[in-house]
């Protein structure tokens, strides 16, 4: 089973890496295939939701994840799994189930810029615009090496967490 799995984890990287429709296909059939025998394994659930997600099928893709969180995924895949079905339901417009699924995600991988950025542009749609310009303006500030925000980054950071506040 393992063998198999790598290879089908091979071909989707390779195939979102090209954006190759076929290999990414191959990818899919094989991952089903896996999932037949294997129902119960997280990892390949998640696995058939990825593949779905790059091959354009976000709708498809959301029990797949669902099933996974369900199923107990854990560690990389797990932070992995909140992103892409957070951004995943962003991408449909249901917005209230992606920032619900990527605070789950923020709150569970800190650390994860790309969950916070996804976040921020959902609250962004759902109108929350001092949360997101805040977390966005976190994340650049934190991660910039231009001069010229850095010379400015004290100020930045305190301005960021208090947009409204004027002298």
């Given at each position: 089973?393992?063998?198999?799995?790598?290879?089908?984890?091979?071909?989707?990287?390779?195939?979102?890496?090209?954006?190759?429709?076929?290999?990414?296909?191959?990818?899919?059939?094989?991952?089903?295939?896996?999932?037949?025998?294997?129902?119960?394994?997280?990892?390949?659930?998640?696995?058939?939701?990825?593949?779905?997600?790059?091959?354009?099928?976000?709708?498809?893709?959301?029990?797949?994840?669902?099933?996974?969180?369900?199923?107990?995924?854990?560690?990389?895949?797990?932070?992995?799994?909140?992103?892409?079905?957070?951004?995943?339901?962003?991408?449909?417009?249901?917005?209230?189930?992606?920032?619900?699924?990527?605070?789950?995600?923020?709150?569970?991988?800190?650390?994860?810029?790309?969950?916070?950025?996804?976040?921020?542009?959902?609250?962004?749609?759902?109108?929350?615009?001092?949360?997101?310009?805040?977390l966005a303006l976190m994340n650049l500030l934190e991660t910039t090496s231009d001069e010229?925000?850095?010379?400015?980054?004290?100020?930045?950071?305190?301005?960021?967490?208090?947009?409204?506040?004027?002298?």
């Open positions: 089973m393992r063998e198999r799995l790598d290879e089908a984890i091979r071909l989707r990287e390779e195939g979102r890496a090209k954006q190759d429709q076929a290999i990414l296909g191959q990818a899919r059939t094989l991952l089903l295939e896996l999932g037949k025998v294997y129902p119960d394994n997280s990892e390949i659930t998640f696995q058939l939701a990825v593949a779905h997600d790059n091959l354009g099928l976000e709708h498809e893709s959301i029990p797949y994840y669902l099933r996974a969180l369900a199923q107990g995924l854990t560690g990389p895949d797990l932070e992995r799994a909140y992103l892409g079905l957070g951004s995943t339901y962003r991408g449909l417009g249901e917005y209230e189930k992606a920032e619900e699924t990527l605070r789950r995600g923020v709150k569970d991988f800190p650390h994860n810029r790309a969950l916070q950025i996804f976040l921020a542009m959902t609250l962004y749609n759902r109108q929350q615009y001092k949360e997101a310009m805040e010229k925000l850095q010379y400015f980054k004290r100020p930045l950071l305190y301005y960021a967490q208090h947009l409204d506040e004027t002298e």
